[in-house]
């Protein structure tokens, strides 16, 4: 295995971060959720949830928190159509905007970004960490971080306003909080804590991550502890469910009523699973029992678009890693495999949501992230050993596998990220 020196590791990491944070900043007060194209939107952001955090930190800045029990306003700004509270999701991002809006006194798109900003540094020198301290090589390392943090994984959403910035943020922190429980066998009860902690944030940020986590968990206490009820599955449940009464809670300060907060839960619920409309949900496009069995090739099919290789490549990268760890390496074999149970829990549990929304594929990040990272340097190997062979056969293969890499990631990030929607944007939209 080829190792980097530290010097060379520090190089390249400080090249990327300079280059990540100049396209960052550049959409940071270029690309705004207003001008109507799809700058940010779909895979290049959340800009309908941007819009309306906005809108409630405008609702928060002009009225106050508590006439909505700290609810988020839709349509408040810039429309002011309404006063209408946002019942049916966590409310901590909008929450957080409204403190940035009343701390800074506006709600100036990039003043707003500025606090996210800041936080998606810390996020791009922990995906440096933990991916390191799962392969412990500083090669592996700088080629699994480069696939999610040079592509619109992270390019894209790490000035993000609504959920996904927290959540991702949060999920990385827990999973190296979970592994580093696990790896000191379980004994050390401030790492237990932060992860309880976590998981109640993330039920009032947004209700994706507490399915990624809790899967993620109980795989981790299979692997493990070879148990499913153990201190970290029930105590994560606990937590998740404490965080949903605070969220239903906060509802029913709203209504006035425990009754018509269930009611109201219960319809959107029915509506993320089955598509079923409600009296407050009209959906957003069709689905039925055929769509159930294209959410599997969405997986991969969206890959491409969110980081940097197209997912049917990562999955024959998928592979390679996975056959070579189990032979060399169980308890990471293992752990890959819950990583990915955990990446399509999301999809399963809420098929409709999964369906609609490309931006889920983010719960593929730590995954995507050490396939590559162990995937890239197996992918080398054959490469070279396939160009000292006669057969004809194997150098086409090859040659077009990486190719086929090649060119999705010029198309989709250098063009589209890079580009279209960075640092070129005023001069190409």
């Not at 996020?123 to 080629?143: A, C, P, S």
């Not at 040079?150 to 959920?163: I, K, P």
């Not at 827990?174 to 580093?180: E, N, T, W």
């Amino acid at each position: 295995m080829i190792e980097l020196s530290l010097k060379q590791f520090n190089t390249w990491k400080w090249i990327m971060f300079i280059f990540c944070f100049t396209i960052l900043v550049t959409r940071t007060f270029t690309v705004s959720v207003f001008d109507g194209n799809k700058a940010r939107s779909s895979v290049y952001g959340d800009g309908y949830s941007d819009i309306n955090t906005i809108s409630s930190a405008k609702y928060f800045l002009d009225s106050g928190f508590k006439q909505t029990a700290f609810l988020p306003v839709h349509d408040y700004y810039p429309e002011l159509k309404g006063t209408n509270a946002y019942t049916h999701y966590p409310a901590l991002p909008n929450i957080l905007a409204g403190f940035y809006a009343t701390m800074f006194g506006t709600v100036y798109e990039p003043v707003l970004r500025l606090i996210p900003l800041l936080m998606a540094v810390l996020f791009f020198v922990f995906i440096f960490f933990v991916v390191y301290q799962i392969t412990q090589n500083r090669l592996q390392t700088l080629l699994g971080s480069a696939s999610i943090l040079l592509a619109s994984y992270f390019l894209t959403w790490a000035d993000n306003l609504h959920q996904h910035l927290y959540g991702e943020l949060l999920k990385w922190i827990y999973f190296y909080l979970l592994y580093s429980y696990h790896m000191q066998e379980g004994n050390n009860k401030r790492l237990l804590a932060a992860m309880f902690f976590i998981m109640l944030l993330q039920v009032n940020i947004s209700f994706e991550q507490p399915v990624y986590l809790g899967i993620l968990t109980l795989g981790f206490s299979i692997i493990f502890k070879k148990r499913i009820f153990t201190i970290e599955t029930v105590g994560a449940a606990t937590f998740v469910v404490i965080g949903f009464i605070l969220h239903l809670y906060q509802n029913a300060i709203y209504f006035n009523s425990w009754d018509l907060a269930l009611t109201d839960m219960k319809d959107a619920f029915l509506f993320r699973t089955a598509g079923t409309e409600t009296a407050q949900n009209i959906a957003e496009s069709a689905f039925g029992p055929a769509n159930y069995w294209q959410i599997p090739f969405s997986w991969f099919n969206r890959m491409e678009r969110f980081y940097m290789f197209p997912g049917w490549a990562v999955l024959i990268l998928a592979f390679w890693v996975m056959k070579e760890l189990r032979a060399t390496n169980k308890k990471l074999y293992q752990i890959l495999w819950a990583l990915f149970f955990a990446s399509i829990a999301w999809t399963i549990c809420m098929a409709q949501h999964g369906f609609i929304h490309i931006f889920v594929n983010k719960h593929f990040s730590i995954w995507y992230a050490l396939i590559v990272a162990i995937g890239l340097p197996i992918l080398w190997q054959k490469v070279k050993m396939a160009f000292t062979q006669k057969s004809i056969l194997p150098k086409v293969l090859y040659s077009f596998l990486c190719l086929y890499m090649i060119v999705m990631f010029l198309t989709q990030q250098v063009w589209m990220v890079y580009l279209k929607f960075g640092i070129a944007y005023k001069w190409l939209n």
